[in-house]
């Protein structure tokens, strides 16, 4: 095939462009005053503050940015969507809509995209830990599996003995692409040997065949190249199999990681400048896999990403309750939404607009949750004008990972709304009551008080 594409540059390190005395104007005192054109405060008077919204029209453009990306690059893409990054039923449909599957590790999220209307067949089951019965269903019903452990395999392989049927079946593998900590806990090791120790298990097994290899090496992976290394060293080891084992490697499962345009923590850099774009990372893997395959063979890439898809089409508004002058002299802000409903805030600050043009010269400030706990930080340092009590502020990106990873913890969780692409208002998932948080709990008759 002629290769449609140039040989990628390798961007210098940024630092160097960033205007580093120049305070942070990247970041602070934005005013927002609406969403997709949506009044911020009709938002907050019709569903309260704190308040989750969601735009389904950067949801559809962020993912077909990422499909054009690798689409134009490489004749044969899976997405799969990543059901723990965010599995309301609404995001995953319009993702199920836009042609991704679903990529699920837990029974638990599995029944979900069931639920949901995916077939087996269009399922990816990965994950650490498959209970046998989920693995009896997803076989039945013809998902992917991504096989873990060798007790996963020899579960595998007495539930295909037991419907007397050869079950297909890939394997998650584990390697040193340059990033650290590497992780290793997930799959097989390439480098020791085990991972094809496990291809000989599988060799060993007449009820099992291999067909697929799957790499998911980490979560927000700002450098593209550790994916150039990664995808070289999954297109050597499949050939290796192929021709040592006779199995037939149909595709390739690169995993997801790739980041957000938030800002981690730590990082001095806004993310325009620290985030690689998408169009990077899918010229270094497509490069690198068009390179190293022989000709004519083009096994299915599947990408598995999550927060790079949802992250930036998710916002909360919250609303300050009160003020305080810390003894550092810092201003503590402390708001109607914390770290129980915004887990992410433990790897970013994220970016901060109000929604009125506030006068007064910045100060350092503090954002503080509503928790008793001395850990509920929003963000740590932020420049703001002195907002008065009952300004909103806007976070953003806040669409991967919290929503799923969120605790009910002192609080009920929020009313989740999306904003479709006309402009109106959906309720996605109702705010909680003490009934929902109550229902499942049972009083001993000998306790009861009244
Ligand atoms: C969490 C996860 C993903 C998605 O990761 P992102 O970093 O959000 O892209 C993909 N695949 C597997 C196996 C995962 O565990």
Known sequence: ???????????????????????????????????????????????????????????????????????????????????????????????????????????????????????GNQIVFNGPYKPKEALRTAILEGARINADTFEELSDIEEIAKELGQKVKVGIRINMDTGIQPQWSRFGFNLESGQAEDAVKRIAASEWLELNGLHCHMGTFILEPRAYEVEVRKMVNFAYHI???????IEYLDIGGGLPSKNRLKGIYLPPEVAVPDIEEYAERITTALLESLRPGDFPKLIIEAGRAIVDEAGYLITTVYATKRLPNGLKGYILDA????????????????????????????????????????????????????????????????????????IRYRPNVVLIDTEGKVHLIREAENIEDIERRERLPEHLKLV
């Open 1 to 119: 095939m002629k290769k449609a594409y140039e040989k990628p540059v390798i961007n210098p390190v940024r630092v160097g462009l960033a205007n580093k005395m120049s305070g942070k104007a990247y970041a602070y005192s934005r005013v927002r005053d609406n969403i997709d054109g949506v009044p911020v405060e009709e938002l907050v008077e019709k569903y309260g503050s704190p308040l989750f919204v969601f735009s389904e029209r950067k949801l559809r453009e962020q993912f077909r940015r990422f499909r054009r990306a690798f689409e134009t690059r490489y004749p044969n893409v899976e997405f799969t969507w990543s059901y723990k990054t965010n599995y309301l039923k609404a995001i995953c449909a319009i993702l199920h809509q836009e042609g991704e599957t679903a990529e699920v590790v837990s029974e638990f999220e599995y029944e979900k995209a069931r639920r949901l209307g995916i077939p």
């Open 338 to 409: 914390g770290v129980n409903i915004l887990f992410t805030a433990f790897w970013y600050n994220f970016k901060v607009e109000i929604d009125r043009p506030v006068h007064g010269a910045p100060e350092p400030s503090v954002l503080y949750g509503p928790l008793c706990m001395n850990i509920d930080v929003i963000n740590d340092l932020e420049y703001l004008p002195p907002l008065p009590r009952g300004t909103r502020l806007i976070l953003s990106p806040v669409g991967a990972y919290n929503v799923t990873q969120w605790m009910q913890f």
């Open 242 to 248: 192929e021709d040592n084992y006779g199995f037939k």
